[in-house]
């Protein structure tokens, strides 16, 4: 490992454009289970019974809920509500302070990569302390003091199936409209894709964090540095999920694994 990190700070001290892609598996070791790993989320619950679109619209239509999304939001809250930046977000925050970290793209809704204080994340499935406006579109962020109070009303509300209080908890927008959290659900349109395109293609180091990659169109990104002429580096825990476009592919855990580049790269002076 240790010379797999010895690489991997050479390539990124060298980088003039270094972008992070980044998914679940960076925000494990803060506590939120991963979709696809044994036991995780997909393992307990139905992505399109609990994830997909309609229910966004059913919620607001006062149509029936599916007792498994009150429980998938209810699990999500709990962890969310105690999860923090792990040494894996604060090192690609530390990466950015440092000037060597352009952006981040990732796919978690979390806010974490915020928190950490980086300060371009492209969110392309959402934020889950972002509302979002059904009427004009317009985006509001929640503090954390905001978010966890109303999504626990949210659910004692499905649990009771009291609709009204559902809508009634369904924040306005100063424009009168009705919000809902800005998260992509199964089905609907990512977000930000071109600016995500855009910043995998500027980049000549693209570094693939705690991803399976099982998830389009994002999952195309690597693709789209890799043929722009970057050099790929992956660290996943259990593998590697991109064979054919990785340089450098590092097995390990990225809370581990990114402070130890942090630390040689602080080392050399970089
Ligand atoms: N460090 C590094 N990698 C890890 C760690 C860790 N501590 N823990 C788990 N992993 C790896 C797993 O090996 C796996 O390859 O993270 C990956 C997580 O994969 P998924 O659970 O499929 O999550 P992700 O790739 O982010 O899923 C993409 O699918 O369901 C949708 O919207 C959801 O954004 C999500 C998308």
Redesign the pocket.
């Given at each position: 490992m240790h010379d797999l990190v010895e690489e991997a700070a050479s390539m990124i001290r060298g980088a003039k454009n270094l972008v992070a892609f980044?998914?679940?598996?960076?925000s494990?070791?803060s506590g939120i289970p991963?979709?696809?790993?044994p036991g995780?989320?997909?393992d307990r619950f139905d992505?399109y019974e609990v994830?997909g679109g309609d229910v966004f619209s059913s919620l607001y239509r006062g149509g029936a809920i599916p007792a498994s999304a009150t429980g998938f939001v209810s699990e999500m809250l709990t962890v969310l509500e105690k999860a923090h930046p792990n040494p894996?977000h604060t090192a690609l925050g530390e990466l950015e302070r440092m000037g060597i970290l352009r952006s981040v793209i990732t796919?978690?809704?979390d806010n974490l990569h915020r928190e950490a204080g980086n300060s371009l994340v492209i969110e392309v499935?959402g934020n889950i302390y972002r509302l979002a406006c059904l009427a004009c579109g317009g985006r509001v962020y929640l503090s954390r003091e905001e978010l966890f109070p109303l999504g626990w009303k949210l659910v004692e509300c499905l649990r009771s199936g009291d609709m009204q209080g559902i809508i009634s908890i369904a924040s306005r927008c100063l424009c009168g409209g009705i919000c809902r959290i800005d998260v992509?659900a199964?089905g609907e349109p990512v977000q930000d894709m071109p600016r995500a395109v855009a910043e995998a293609k500027s980049a000549d180091v693209f570094l693939i964090?705690?991803?399976?990659?099982?998830?389009y169109p994002?999952?195309y990104l690597p693709e789209y540095a890799k043929r722009a002429g970057a050099k790929l580096i992956e660290?996943?825990?259990?593998?590697c999920?991109f064979p054919e476009l990785v340089d450098l592919g590092i097995v390990?855990?990225?809370?581990e694994?990114l402070p130890r580049i942090v630390e040689r790269l602080r080392e050399r002076g970089s």
């Open positions: 980044t998914g679940a598996g960076v494990e070791e991963t979709f696809r790993d995780g989320l997909w992505p994830g894996g796919q978690n809704i499935h992509v199964f964090l705690g991803t399976s990659g099982a998830v994002a999952a660290i996943n825990a259990t593998g999920y390990g855990k990225t809370g694994v």
